[in-house]
């Protein structure tokens, strides 16, 4: 049965014939297919805040939680009309702007092959009028390849040649420590050769900075470890308005907030990551707290509400309105 | 554990690196926004939402039948505000390869600085010439829909356009013997009524319940929030897409308390029992959805919850 006849009324059907106009020939202008460039902006109090879409990349759902049977995360998946095979992972970067001061938090996948779905961050910034010479600062979360992997260009080079690096001391101890390569899980062991190559350009103009500091003026570090032994998050405040870059505190929010206990494959210490997780969530939930992450559905900004589902005290993730007034 | 992995790390408190102050002006504010369209694909055919944007108005007095403070609870819950209420609109345009359709358009011409009226001004930026529109479909004939038929000048805003209209709207607001049997807040339709369509006089066609538009497009009656609203089944061989119009005001208020009657509705028990029919369908189905007031991009699909209906936004890509 159709959609169209179960939808269909029981109106009275007034059956009047239809005024036939003559065909307008004319051939409709074929839509492009582009979409719309994916930057959004909003304010936080003098801040101005961009979020610029870098993309997706879709891998196999299986495998991706680690301590939850597949049915059972394609169950949440399919709540959300989301695909219950491959799991599609995007990524969002979020910049600040006050004053002189252009603050970008990761760095994005960077340079990607042409064909690849990720990698969009740069066109996407071009579109939005930010020119990666005029970044002042980046901020890192932790040192995952999409987050650090933007730092260079095509040539290798610094792709912020202007910009001060800020990290998580707690995560730079632990991947710039070549003995701890053994001690760490073995999916993860790739980033202590990737984190010397991506820093390489940044000689010198490299700060680390402890949790619950404040690292710029309005711009405070939040220890949430566990997804990286120095996962980090950042509050940006201005006056009386905050937001929270809540980083990977969640992968996609639809399954990930639903069940914080989840671990996930990229998860450096799941149990640690997980209660990080809950905690924050919770604080958030409570605060009432805007946020933006990094793997949320763009323009991956929005609030954190509790919620139950299948019997489990959860989170939902419920996106800001988008406006055209900045 | 990671906490002791983490502790075995070298404890660095390091001075920090100074770095060399670089000197610039702020970076450029421009552009302000992302141009307010959306795209994505319905089988062969290409679907468009386009903001038109949205006028701030009084959450008092919007819902007629439930207390306000319940009200306010209910916005909160998605994090919108107890006072001002943003009414937003946004227009779907389907483009099916042999007709580029638009569906209702918006709230036409506007004084200069205007939040509202964006349509014709946006759809250049997505590739979209009013002039090539083929076929404008009216879901109803309140202004928020209908005023844009007209350009600032008066003149048809898509002149080469067929308007399709459903037959029961446009009986009744054509019909002056109708004014004084309408709600009050509803009587100055019959008069724009007419002076948005001039421009199209012999170009309008009405359609009966059940009937195609265009090849692919099919009304449907949904009746009450006007005496002839209408939704829109938009079907490419398997793929399929239904244009909600005002079957729900701000899906985060009215699709989860689905009995609530808005200061809109023309019938509000009319309205809320086709709502409540047409939302368990979309749900049950699981079909995706596009609603003119819903928020941007404007399409996703409906869920079931404990009082009524979530709408979950499909996701961007």
Do not use: C
Request: proline content about 7%.
């Amino acid at each position: 049965m159709t959609i169209a006849r179960r939808i269909a009324l029981a109106a009275p059907a007034v059956i009047i014939a239809a005024q036939v106009m003559p065909a307008l020939a004319q051939a409709p202008a074929a839509a492009p297919a582009g979409q719309a460039p994916g930057f959004y902006r909003f304010k936080v109090g003098g801040w101005t805040i961009t979020t610029v879409h870098d993309g997706f990349f879709r891998r196999p759902l299986e495998g991706f939680v680690r301590n939850a049977p597949i049915a059972e995360v394609q169950g949440i998946l399919a709540e959300n009309f989301m695909a219950t095979d491959t799991l599609a992972v995007p990524f969002t970067i979020t910049f600040a702007q006050k004053d002189a001061t252009l603050v970008v938090f990761d760095a994005g996948n960077g340079v990607t092959p042409a064909a690849a779905t990720n990698g969009k961050m740069i066109g996407n910034m071009a579109a939005a009028g930010i020119d990666p010479a005029r970044v002042s600062h980046v901020i890192q979360s932790h040192f995952h390849g999409d987050h650090i992997n933007g730092l260079l260009n095509a040539a290798n080079a610094a792709a912020f040649p202007n910009a001060e690096i800020i990290v998580p001391a707690a995560e730079w101890a632990w991947w710039t420590e070549a003995s701890n390569e053994s001690r760490s899980p073995e999916g993860q062991r790739p980033q202590f050769a990737n984190v010397p190559r991506r820093f390489a350009p940044y000689q010198g103009k490299i700060r680390q900075v402890a949790a619950g500091v404040e690292v710029l003026p309005g711009i405070t570090s939040i220890a949430a470890y566990g997804h990286t032994p120095g996962h980090t998050l950042y509050r940006i405040a201005d006056g009386n308005e905050q937001m929270i870059f809540v980083a990977d505190i969640t992968n996609r929010p639809e399954f990930m907030m639903r069940r914080p206990e989840w671990q996930i494959v990229f998860d450096f210490d799941g149990d640690m990551a997980a209660a990080s997780r809950r905690r924050v969530l919770d604080m958030l939930a409570t605060d009432r707290i805007r946020v933006t992450g990094y793997h949320f559905p763009f323009p991956a900004n929005g609030y954190v509400a509790r919620h139950v589902s299948g019997g489990v005290q959860g989170f939902m993730f419920v996106p800001a309105e988008w406006s055209s007034a900045v | 554990m990671a906490q002791r992995r983490l502790m075995m790390g070298t404890a660095l408190a390091a001075p920090l690196l100074a770095r060399a102050a670089v000197a610039q002006a702020p970076a450029p504010a421009a552009p302000a926004m992302a141009p307010g369209f959306y795209r994505f694909k319905l089988g062969q055919f290409t679907v468009t939402t386009i903001y038109d944007g949205f006028r701030i108005m009084p959450v008092q007095g919007l819902v007629r039948n439930a207390p306000l403070e319940e009200v306010q609870a209910v916005l909160a819950e998605s994090f919108l505000g107890p006072t001002d209420y943003r009414n937003i609109y946004a227009v779907t345009i389907v483009d099916t390869g042999r007709d580029l359709v638009v569906f209702d358009t918006g709230n036409g011409p506007q004084a200069p600085g205007a939040t509202l009226g964006r349509l014709l001004a946006t759809m250049p930026a997505a590739g979209l010439d009013p002039a090539r529109v083929s076929t404008v479909v009216i879901s109803h004939f309140h202004g928020d829909h209908i005023n844009g038929l007209i350009t600032a000048e008066g003149g048809a805003a898509f002149p080469n356009a067929e308007v399709v209209v459903p037959t029961r709207e446009w009986a009744w607001w054509t019909e002056a013997g109708n004014e004084t049997r309408s709600p009050a807040g509803q009587r100055p339709n019959f008069a724009n009524t007419a002076r948005r369509f001039a421009p199209y006089a012999g170009k309008i066609r009405q359609l009966s319940d059940g009937a195609e538009a265009v090849p692919g497009i099919r009304m449907h009656a949904a009746e009450g929030h006007s005496p002839g609203h209408t939704i829109w089944h938009i079907a490419d061989g398997a793929a399929e897409l239904v244009y909600l119009a005002d079957i729900t005001h701000r899906p985060e208020l009215i699709a989860r308390r689905p009995d609530y009657e808005t200061l809109f509705d023309f019938d509000g028990a009319a309205g809320a029992a086709t709502r409540r029919r047409v939302l368990d369908r979309m749900a049950a189905d699981r079909v995706r959805v596009t609603g003119f007031h819903f928020p941007f991009p404007a399409t996703g699909f409906i869920l079931r919850e404990a009082q009524g209906f979530r709408f979950v936004p499909a996701d961007w890509g």
